[in-house]
């Protein structure tokens, strides 16, 4: 009896998530280098909205009632009318992506831990966040900052804003902020 409540535990997961800004984000990737001047733009948009429809198709399921998902649907059949696609035919696939290394800022103060032996600290030109610290990339990766500790949001000859985060919950590598201190230098 244990190992069949334990099998079905187990077995339950989360209701699957809608995916419709992957398929989204696929297609972008998929057409932003596409040039309409160009010959074989029709053939090339087509597969790649193929593709955008077989994705939304993947995911409708879990996408019921989301308006984005609605209007990527619908978008894609104006498309596909507008461009004389036919729904059957080859399809664009996307590229494996390659995974980097998740965001880890080092802060002035902490120990720095570098992989392969870099003993050089990344040199940022400017990094800034706000608000809830789990990130969603541009290439729909998502990443979760883990700063523990004071570091400057904003230094310059005007204004200088330094946030604090601490651990979630005791022991968690997850962080969050506590504190943000505002000061203007000029009024120092």
């Avoid at 570098?114 to 800034?128: A, M, S, V």
């Amino acid at each position: 009896m244990f190992v069949l409540i334990f099998f079905l535990i187990g077995d339950c997961q989360q209701p699957a998530q809608c995916r419709i800004q992957k398929c989204t984000t696929d297609f972008v990737s998929l057409t932003s280098h596409l040039n309409s001047a160009i010959d074989g733009f029709d053939s090339e948009f087509c597969k790649a909205l193929r593709a955008y429809a077989g994705c939304t198709q993947r995911t409708s399921k879990a996408c019921r009632g989301n308006l984005v998902y609605h209007s990527a649907v619908l978008g894609i059949s104006d498309l596909m009318s507008q461009r004389n696609c036919s729904k059957d035919g080859p399809t664009s696939s996307t590229n494996p992506e390659v995974t980097h290394d998740p965001c880890n800022y080092h802060s002035h103060t902490g120990a720095r831990e570098h992989r392969g032996g870099d003993q050089n600290p990344p040199n940022y030109l400017f990094c800034g966040l706000f608000g809830d610290p789990h990130l969603r990339t541009f290439k729909d990766h998502f990443q979760t900052c883990k700063v523990e500790g004071a570091w400057p949001l904003i230094d310059n000859n005007y204004l200088s804003v330094q946030v604090t985060n601490v651990p979630v919950v005791p022991g968690s590598s997850a962080t969050a902020t506590d504190k943000a201190s505002v000061l203007f230098p000029s009024f120092l």
